[in-house]
């Protein structure tokens, strides 16, 4: 009996570490999983309207930059980046006043943490970047004033460079 009970338990192990053996990992997240984001895109949100420019990715890097202007008057810019960072897809943001002052302290950015990425969205903490078909853009953006978080949808579609 006992030489039976050892016989199962190493069958069991043969099978466990042959599901292990072809158990696939998961490929490695790239900027390349954010790369479908490349191009023009103008949209309307805040009352406002909205231009955002991402670069194809290179050397492990987005570059881009937003502008939102109303009335015909620019209002703030953005300059971002995104690269990979803790296994995901991670944005960092600088924003500028319309003369060109920095929100931010010099060395700062406003991070988005990863969250997930596939080929129709880019998830991070406090933001989703959603598409729908080739030419559609949704993002989610959630904005935290003291204790009150509110949620803006941002809708752009592609445009010509």
Known sequence: MLKLARLFALAAALLVAACAAQAQTPPAITINDAAWIAGRWVGEGFDGQMEEVWSPPVGGQMVGHFRYWRNGEP??????????????????VKHFNPDFTGWEDRSEWHTFEPVSASPDALIFNGLEIRREGEDRL????????????????????????
């Open 75 to 92: 209002q703030f810019y953005e300059i971002m980046m995104m690269d990979v960072a803790d296994g995901g897809v991670r944005m960092r």
């Open 138 to 161: 949704v993002m989610t953006i959630r904005m935290r004033q003291g204790e009150t978080v509110t949620s803006e949808i941002l809708r752009f579609q592609r445009a010509p460079l």
